[in-house]
């Protein structure tokens, strides 16, 4: 496996369901983030784990819930969701220094979700 | 936070025309780059630049870093059927946080 992989690549599951997104990078980065992709929206940053630990959530409800257990790895556990939370769930990785943000970021292919 | 202003939002072309897409900001970044989407995939990276000014080219596709540093230029010349998806701009700021447009929704005719 190569670049950034998401599974799954699809996920339809209803309001009181528990599911996790799972991302996992090939490129040896240190710094990982899911986005939020809505239709006709920018993207939407939601969490960021720079060296394994979590530096930002952008007031991003509880329902969503991220785990990073190592570098190369993310997850995002979801549950009760609402119809609203259906869209595309971007994860991307990137090499950073001292500071987050910093240099290109690397997207996987997304998981669509859709909360019936 | 700073606003990234993506345009047009959508081009309608014919196969062979050069296309030429835009971001504005109200505040300076420190990088520029550009993605391309395409159906049921997440953001390719296309170029990165870095300084401003800079101009770089990636086989038809050529961006520039404004001088200003709140802008920056994505033009693709003699357009084929596979260049149709989301062209997205973002840009980091001096926060180190990283922006992204709207997208351009690219459509080119056979």
């Known amino acids: 496996e190569t670049g950034v992989t998401q599974t799954p690549r699809h996920l339809v599951m209803g309001m009181t369901n528990k599911k996790s997104l799972k991302c996992e990078q090939h490129?040896?980065?240190?710094?990982m983030y899911w986005y939020k992709q809505s239709a006709k929206k920018p993207l939407e940053l939601m969490f960021v784990?720079?060296?394994?630990?979590?530096?930002e959530n952008n007031s991003v409800p509880s329902r969503f819930s991220p785990e990073c257990p190592n570098s190369s790895h993310l997850f995002l556990h979801l549950h009760t969701l609402q119809p609203e939370d259906s869209a595309l769930y971007l994860c991307?990785?990137?090499?950073?220094?001292?500071?987050?943000?910093?240099?290109?970021?690397?997207f996987g292919p997304g998981t669509r979700l859709t909360v019936t | 936070g700073q606003q990234l202003n993506q345009s047009p939002q959508s081009m309608f072309i014919q196969e062979g025309e050069d296309v030429s897409m835009n971001c504005t900001s109200s505040?300076?970044?420190?990088?520029w780059l550009w993605y391309k989407q395409e159906p049921g995939e997440g953001p390719v990276l296309l170029i990165a630049?870095?300084?401003?000014?800079e101009l770089t080219s990636n086989g038809r596709l050529t961006a520039q870093f404004g001088i200003t540093r709140k802008d920056s230029f994505l033009n693709i010349s003699a357009s084929i059927p596979s260049d149709v998806g989301i062209y997205f701009c973002?840009?980091?700021?001096?926060?180190?946080?990283?922006?992204f447009g709207a997208g351009t929704r690219l459509t080119v005719k056979p």
């Open positions: 991307a990785s990137s090499q950073v220094g001292t500071a987050y943000g910093g240099y290109e970021q690397y």
């Open positions: 630049l870095y300084k401003a000014g």
């Open positions: 784990y720079n060296f394994k630990e979590q530096t």
């Open positions: 505040s300076i970044f420190n990088t």
């Open positions: 490129l040896g980065h240190n710094a």
């Open positions: 973002a840009g980091r700021d001096n926060n180190n946080d990283m922006r």
